[in-house]
């Protein structure tokens, strides 16, 4: 298996601009995660979702950050405006649900806003 | 609420030494609790889970963990830690939902 497949690998941006981040979970998993890791704040849960349908958006820093899951293969992260506060490496992760919650993690998109 | 404590946030250890890293955790019921491992530039990958049955648990890469519902512990060790084992280590928590709450992280430094 390919794993937890994330696109781009790396994005710099300017401030202001849309980003775009993109995650294809391990086919089979129908739980998907979307963090954010700092080193002021560590790993945060931003959304996640079952079976394509958002749970839990909680943790999403504000209105400029929205995530969508169209299919059960493809999820995306936007942010719109960027800012350099933004600037981070955003994990997805996925899951088979009801398997006692055991997660797998993308490589990450190291994300830089100027 | 559901927390995970790491208290050590770097640990330095010779090649060759063992190790031992801490991880506490609070939960009101059974916990699932996990170990990840982070190399640099790279994504969390998981070492071992505890669900039921034996309290001491084996992973990937010569690790093992042990559960201690007295203490609240969940401590990973290994015998001989190897230059390659350098990254950072999470402890984890199923949260009794969908969620895993993660501690702050250990980050191993190791000498040759």
């Known amino acids: 298996d390919a794993g937890v497949i994330q696109s781009p690998r790396h994005e710099v941006t300017e401030m202001g601009q849309e980003v775009t981040l993109r995650c294809k979970p391990i086919s089979g998993h129908n739980s998907l995660f979307w963090y954010r890791q700092t080193m002021m704040r560590g790993l945060e849960l931003l959304i996640y979702?079952?079976?394509?349908?958002?749970?839990?958006d909680s943790g999403m820093p504000e209105d400029r950050f929205s995530a969508k899951m169209p299919n059960a293969s493809f999820s995306t992260l936007k942010i719109q405006p960027s800012e350099p506060r933004d600037s981070a490496v955003y994990f997805c992760a996925s899951r088979i649900r009801g398997t006692a919650y055991e997660q797998y993690f993308g490589p990450g998109t190291r994300l830089t806003v100027t | 609420a559901q927390s995970v404590t790491q208290p050590d946030i770097h640990i330095t250890v010779s090649e060759g030494a063992s190790l031992e890293l801490r991880c506490n955790y609070s939960y009101g019921a059974t916990p699932y609790l996990f170990w990840y491992v982070q190399s640099p530039g790279q994504g969390l990958q998981l070492l071992l889970k505890?669900?039921?049955?034996?309290?001491l648990v084996q992973g990937i890469k010569g690790f093992e963990a042990e559960f201690k519902r007295s203490q609240s512990s969940f401590n990973l060790r290994k015998p001989s830690v190897h230059w390659s084992d350098a990254a950072e280590y999470f402890c984890?928590?199923?949260?009794?939902?969908?969620?895993?709450?993660f501690g702050t992280g250990t980050r191993l430094q190791v000498f040759p």
């Open positions: 979702f079952n079976n394509n349908v958002p749970i839990d």
């Open positions: 984890a928590v199923g949260a009794g939902t969908d969620k895993l709450i």
């Open positions: 505890y669900f039921s049955g034996d309290t």
